[in-house]
Each structure stands twice: as structure tokens, then as C-alpha cells.
């Protein structure tokens, strides 16, 4: 190894590059999640009405520990996202009568 050596406790810079397909993102409305003792793996999928044949449009596999610190992660940006906007309304939330659409 070359470089300097990391100091405990100091931040360490990732430098990434973001592809222009990557930029464009997918939209994902489903997912499905399983595991084995050494991973978790993540099928991001779109489920629309009248599709018979719905498609996985992206795959993620991460280890046990990289999983636990993306749920440490999510959960600290959706406390900033609520402190900022108010509680995210779920369709299972009582008071979430206006999500979703009606004919």
C-alpha cells in the first residue's frame, strides 16, 4: 500500500464517477429482498396495472454489514426528509386517505 495512513476517526473521500445512464436513475415502485449467511440481495422492480409480466430492472447484492449500515443511513435521511416535510403518509397509515388515485 502506498499514501498516506488513515487516521482513526478522520473522514475518509471517495472520489466516484456517476455514468450518464446511472444519472438518469430507475424508477423502482417494488422490491423484493432475500438473503443467505453472506448476502442480501435487492430486485428493484416496476409493478404497473394491467402488466401480466412485470420485469426486475435492477439487481443489488451487499453483505450482512453493508446492508445494516444502508439501513442506518436510510433511516437518518428519512428523520431529515420528515423534519423537513412532515411525516411520509403510507397506505397503510390511517391518515393517508389521499394516496393513490380513484376513478
Known sequence: MSGNPKQPGTPQTLNMELG????????????????????FVLDFAR?????????????????PPNIRALLGAIEQNIKKYEDQFGKIKTAGDPSSKEIGFSS
Open 47 to 63: 409493478v404497473l396495472p394491467g402488466n401480466q409480466k412485470n420485469k426486475v430492472h435492477a439487481r443489488v447484492i451487499m453483505t
Open 20 to 39: 450518464e445512464r446511472e444519472a438518469e436513475g430507475i424508477y423502482s415502485n417494488f422490491v423484493v429482498i432475500s438473503h443467505s449467511l453472506s448476502e
